[in-house]
């Protein structure tokens, strides 16, 4: 059995990632849920205590509601403690959005719709030219997408936030 490294994830995901990007299709889900599973073990890989439990003779500086004093792993030395926000799986090709858009994202969906005063002309011919339905699908298209791009983005988070 070989160990599951962080070169080895790091060189794997890297791999993976090559691949998916020059081949359209190329990754199933299947192939995506271990490309995410495998970026969360390297997460883990990577990560930095936060703080130590420092034990002498079963004894703690301090309480827990989780281990009490004489139940420790073990007699003598300390354990590392680690922390880390979850890291939210999010499938290549779908973006994170709030669960209610802003004004922004309203405004820049409802300003998406085709206008023939404003639009390209172009643009406003071939939409001029869809029937009924396939403007109405045009229209859900475009202000989907404009409001998307304004969807205010995650920022990362970092230690200086606790």
Known sequence: MSTLTKEWLQRTIAELEVERD???GAVNEDAAMALAAMKRALASLEAEPIGAFHIAEQQVGGTTDYIKDGEWPIDDGVIEVYAAPPAPLVPDGWVMVPVEPTEHMIVQGFESEPDESFSDSDAWEAYD?????QQAAHRAK???TAMIAAAPKPRPYTS???
């Open 142 to 144: 475009l202000c989907w």
């Open 160 to 162: 200086s936030e606790e």
């Open 129 to 133: 030219a869809m029937s009924g339905c």
């Open 22 to 24: 020059s081949v359209p």
